[in-house]
């Protein structure tokens, strides 16, 4: 169970890359950085000169999946592949929806392609970044389809509203604790 | 490898980073966040990650800068600034 955009939102958020895309806070809109805390209703995202405290709710993140990134995690090509091969049986759809929530259910589908296939995509197109006021659903598919630097990148958009739980609890698929 | 287990792995590396960042507050943070994870999924910490953070103040230890070790008749010493001594055995 590596950092999958499919096990995203149960997994670890310090230390990946993030960016805001749309948020109810147009202030917000376009503040990346690194996750350094996060709390039960907020991310803060050190941008390199401050660290700004965003709101989960009401915004939606995108975040950059390494695939052998900086901390020295190795995710190896064959167990990813896996991954994904073994999400897409019938459940698959499922999966997807739950972790892009506010994109349709075949919208999802064709993300998860594009993640499988992002080192094709990787020099197809160079520099491309969505537009920052731009509205979420199109920002969401450039990000997800195109990988920009790194041929290894795969860019996820998560609805914050998924991400709201106490930070140590979001790995419990139940959400509740398995003594009560 | 559980997703637990990894955010666990995941966040020694932080705390080491953030510690060597001079973060100090922050490792702790990511130590207890550890910490946390581990106790709620049952999981048994890693041996590295026990022997580098501090069981009283929750610091990621660094010999040298807040952690003393000292090589002791049969076993390690290492201790903490915050006055903590952990000893573990030679094998």
Redesign the interface.
């Known amino acids: 169970?590596?950092?999958t955009p499919e096990?995203l939102t149960?997994?670890?958020l310090?230390?990946l890359s993030a960016r805001v895309v749309d948020a109810d806070n147009p202030d917000l809109v376009g503040v990346a950085g690194r996750v350094?805390?996060e709390t039960q209703q907020t991310l803060h995202l050190d941008d390199g000169t401050r660290v700004r405290q965003v709101p989960k709710r009401g915004t939606a993140f995108e975040f950059e999946l390494v695939d052998d990134d900086a901390?020295?995690?190795e995710h190896g090509a064959d167990t990813r592949s896996a991954s994904e091969t073994a999400g897409d049986g019938p459940g698959a759809a499922t999966e997807a929806d739950r972790v892009d929530a506010p994109t349709a259910t075949d919208e999802a589908a064709e993300r998860r392609k594009a993640s499988g296939s992002v080192s094709k995509r990787g020099s197809e197109t160079p520099g491309v970044r969505p537009g920052q006021s731009g509205s979420t659903h199109e920002g969401s598919r450039d990000a997800d389809s195109a990988s920009r630097d790194r041929q290894d990148t795969v860019y996820v958009t998560v609805d914050g509203v998924t991400l709201l739980s106490r930070?140590?609890?979001r790995?419990?698929t139940t959400g509740d604790?398995r003594w009560r | 490898m559980s997703i637990a287990a990894e955010r666990i792995d995941r966040l020694h590396t932080l705390a080491r980073a953030a510690a060597a960042a001079g973060e100090e507050e922050r490792a702790r943070e990511y130590v207890r966040l550890a910490r946390r994870i581990a106790e709620r999924n049952r999981l048994r910490l890693p041996d590295e990650f026990k022997r580098f953070t501090c069981a009283r103040c929750d610091a990621y230890l660094r010999p040298g800068v807040n952690a003393r070790v000292r090589t002791r008749d049969g076993h390690v010493a290492i201790s903490c600034d915050c006055g903590e001594i952990a000893r573990y055995p030679y094998d």
Do not use: D, I, K
Request: hydrophobic share 35%; glycine share 10%; proline share 5%.
């Open positions: 169970m590596s950092l096990t149960r997994h670890e310090n230390g350094v805390v901390l020295g995690f930070p140590a609890h790995t419990e604790s």
